[in-house]
């Protein structure tokens, strides 16, 4: 039982981060009010520059973000967050690792996402057993 509530203590926890940081996200780029957050090398300021310039990759994040963190506050559409979720969080990975220079970050939000997927591994099993019929 206690176990149970960890884990989706952990699982909201992830879930209220992705959330935040998209509504976050979705505000900055609609009113330009919040700015961006200042970047720790030359090389990350000029790629996050470059996905703004895009004007179209902000948003998209934005709203995977939500919609992650959103599928992630419930045990029942936990599995659809972790997938929505896992494209952003590899690029948030290798941004850390290869530009920032930050290198506890990316595998923090990394490894955070591999444990849940690894509780929801059950849910994942028809995609490695699917046989047609």
């Not at 979720?85 to 850390?96: C, K, R, W, Y």
Request: hydrophobic share 60%; aromatic share 16%; glycine share 6%.
């Amino acid at each position: 039982m206690l176990v149970e509530r960890l884990w989706a203590a952990a699982r909201i926890l992830y879930a209220l981060f992705f959330l935040a940081t998209g509504i976050w996200i979705l505000i900055s780029v609609s009113t330009g009010a919040l700015g961006a957050p200042v970047q720790p090398t030359r090389e990350a300021a000029e790629f996050m520059q470059a996905l703004a310039n895009a004007r179209f990759v902000d948003p998209l994040m934005a709203a995977s973000f939500v919609a992650g963190g959103a599928s992630l506050l419930f045990d029942r559409t936990a599995p659809l967050g972790i997938v929505l979720l896992a494209p952003s969080v590899a690029v948030i990975l290798f941004f850390h690792l290869f530009l920032s220079g930050q290198y506890v970050w990316g595998p923090v939000v990394a490894g955070y996402l591999l444990l849940l997927a690894w509780r929801y591994r059950s849910a994942f099993l028809s995609l490695w057993t699917y046989r047609r019929t």
